[in-house]
């Protein structure tokens, strides 16, 4: 009878162990490796200098969104199979090729994690170039989208873990938001529904500025109307460093503009250019603008950087993950409404 009690004892042990191994699994994994920004491609020689390295290149190399100077989008380094050693398995993102008469079937496959914690792997199997062209074309966007999403990814989950406990308290109060940034970041200006938080070096300036508007109706998330309320917004509050001078959206070049879903909420995304009116300062700009169907209302986050003579690609992905790492306190009951609404359409 006794033997029977410790080997039931044992039989429990093992499956409490097996299920903290399965909850903690992915958190034991090693962390990435690489610079932000970086992808590595692991490819035959002969397919990275023709054709399927050519396409990887206008992808996956291609520029940068918004930005003052041309920066790619992702900085690609090409190993061969023969070298894809160990120091190389942990890198934050890697796209692994495979081409030739040894590969089964046509096959893309997209994980998470699988060598090292918040890492992306894309596998890309085909039997011939033309087959490889097939199959990247049709996936290209979401090929691309899925190592953009794990770069942000790494970000917001790191700011979720060390982030400026002042400024989170202050948003929360003022506009009902929970809102991640970096230490160093201050609450520089409060106004009537607008806050300007910002991080500033001798080379660099980083900020954010919040504000709300009475949401009217669906003309309200259109390009035209969210840049005409920017500017407006910004030449109350934001003076550039000369008399007359003041922050504005930069009007000779198109905005990017596009709607999705955010958390459940309708929401809007807007990059372009910032420039200082009766100034020379400029740069890139990220504005994210979330519907609060509970109290008729739109929150705008706009994060900004101001880098001159450095590349800024990284800079703005830093603020990008800020303005999205944004939460409204209530969402709880903003989805009671967003689905009674929904229920009605």
Same mark, same amino acid.
């Given at each position: ?25 992915? !958190? ?62 942990? %890198?934050?993102?890697?796209?692994? #090729? ?41 996936? %290209? ?5 899925? +190592? ?18 002042? $400024?989170? !308290?202050?948003?929360?109060?003022? +506009? ?22 910002? =991080?500033?070096?001798?080379?660099? !300036? ?6 709300? =508007? ?18 407006? $917004? ?65 929150? #705008?986050?706009?994060?900004? #950087? ?40």
């Amino acid at each position: 009878m006794k033997r029977k009690i410790q080997f039931f004892s044992i039989m429990i042990m093992m499956m409490l162990l097996g299920a903290c191994d399965s909850r903690n699994q992915t !958190s034991m994994k090693k962390n990435v490796t690489g610079k932000a920004g970086e992808l590595v491609v692991v490819i035959k020689p002969t397919a990275w200098d023709n054709a399927p390295g050519d396409l990887i290149r206008d992808v996956l190399a291609q520029p940068q969104l918004s930005l003052p100077q041309e920066e790619p989008i992702f900085d690609l380094i090409n190993i061969p199979h023969d070298a894809f050693g160990q120091i190389f398995k942990t %890198s934050r993102n890697l796209l692994i #090729v495979k081409i030739g008469n040894n590969v089964e079937k046509n096959d893309l496959r997209l994980k998470r994690d699988v060598h090292a914690f918040t890492q992306a792997v894309a596998y890309i199997d085909a039997k011939s170039f033309n087959d490889f062209e097939k199959l990247f074309n049709d996936n %290209s966007d979401k090929i691309a989208s899925f +190592f953009m999403k794990a770069e942000r990814r790494r970000l917001v989950l790191n700011y979720s873990k060390y982030y400026e406990r002042a $400024v989170a !308290s202050e948003t929360e109060e003022k +506009f009902g938001i929970t809102l991640n940034v970096p230490p160093g970041f201050v609450v520089d200006k409060v106004e009537d529904d607008f806050m300007w938080i910002r =991080f500033e070096t001798p080379e660099i !300036s980083q900020g954010i500025f919040i504000y709300t =508007f009475p949401y009217e109706d669906d003309n309200t998330f259109t390009a035209d109307y969210m840049k005409i309320r920017r500017n407006i $917004v910004l030449r109350e509050n934001v003076p550039g460093p000369t008399e007359g001078s003041y922050m504005s959206t930069e009007s000779d070049l198109p905005v990017v503009y596009n709607t999705f879903r955010k958390d459940g909420n309708y929401a809007s995304e807007m990059r372009g250019l910032w420039t200082v009116e009766n100034n020379f300062m400029g740069g890139p700009f990220i504005n994210l603008a979330m519907l609060d169907m509970l109290d008729n209302r739109v929150v #705008v986050l706009d994060g900004y #950087v101001y880098a001159p003579g450095k590349d800024k690609r990284n800079y703005l992905r830093q603020v990008e993950a800020m303005v999205y790492s944004a939460k409204f306190v209530n969402q709880d009951e903003i989805d009671k409404v967003n689905k009674q609404l929904d229920f009605e359409n």
